[in-house]
T-cell receptor
Framework: NAGVTQTPKFQVLKTGQSMTLQCAQDMNHEYMSWYRQDPGMGLRLIHYSVGAGITDQGEVPNGYNVSRSTTEDFPLRLLSAAPSQTSVYFC????????????FGDGTRLSIL | KNEVEQSPQNLTAQEGEFITINCSYSVGISALHWLQQHPGGGIVSLFMLSSGKKKHGRLIATINIQEKHSSLHITASHPRDSAVYICAVFTDKLIFGTGTRLQVFP
């Protein structure tokens, strides 16, 4: 049982490059979300999805794009990377996203030069 | 002021000690989560609670809804308990505290 799988684990980009962080879950969870974790701050919500075809913005959505074409996958796209997007990114899923336990991926450590 | 405050920020203990980590929040919630983040970075859900008390092995979590406060206790602490412990509250979304870094020495 894989749970939530994030790829890649590490990535270095140059300013202005674009890339996609992948997230997949095999638990048939409807709710999926992306967070970023920065030193001295709690995890902050970037985007979330309550089911296939439905996405919405979180607290810090600027510079990021998401789509949810299937229940399993929820990729996060950086459109034009900026140094301020250097962070650790976590994908999470849960059954219904209201108050159910969250299952987290192992994180992607992203550096923008 | 953060909506979720944890204390202490850092905590060191000797193996076997009783540990308490506190979480206070300022918003109305439907549930509170305690999470553990290992040194390698992975995040694991420990507890989800909306009232009372839950126990799992050496871990105990309590919540007082009226006082908007929760505590995570670790009995007979062990070096493998060394991690960052994160409190998160659910309103219409999850709001996270900044975490408590615990180091347990043999």
């Amino acid at each position: 049982n894989a749970g939530v799988t994030q790829t890649p684990k590490f990535q270095v980009l140059k300013t202005g490059q674009s890339m996609t962080l992948q997230c997949a879950q095999d638990m048939n969870h409807e709710y999926m979300s992306w967070y970023r974790q920065d030193p001295g701050m709690g995890l902050r919500l970037i985007h979330y999805s309550v089911g296939a075809g439905i996405t919405d913005q979180g607290e810090v959505p600027n510079g990021y794009n998401v789509s949810r074409s299937t229940t399993e996958d929820f990729p996060l796209r950086l459109l034009s990377a900026a140094p301020s997007q250097t962070s650790v990114y976590f994908c999470a899923s849960s059954y219904d996203g209201t108050s159910q336990p969250q299952h987290f991926g192992d994180g992607t450590r992203l550096s923008i030069l | 002021k953060n909506e979720v405050e944890q204390s202490p920020q850092n905590l060191t203990a000797q193996e076997g000690e009783f540990i308490t980590i506190n979480c206070s929040y300022s918003v109305g919630i439907s549930a509170l989560h305690w999470l553990q983040q290992h040194p390698g970075g992975g995040i694991v859900s420990l507890f989800m609670l909306s009232s009372g008390k839950k126990k799992h092995g050496r871990l105990i979590a309590t919540i007082n809804i009226q006082e908007k406060h929760s505590s995570l206790h670790i009995t007979a602490s062990h070096p493998r308990d060394s991690a960052v412990y994160i409190c998160a509250v659910f309103t219409d979304k999850l709001i996270f505290g900044t975490g408590t870094r615990l180091q347990v020495f043999p």
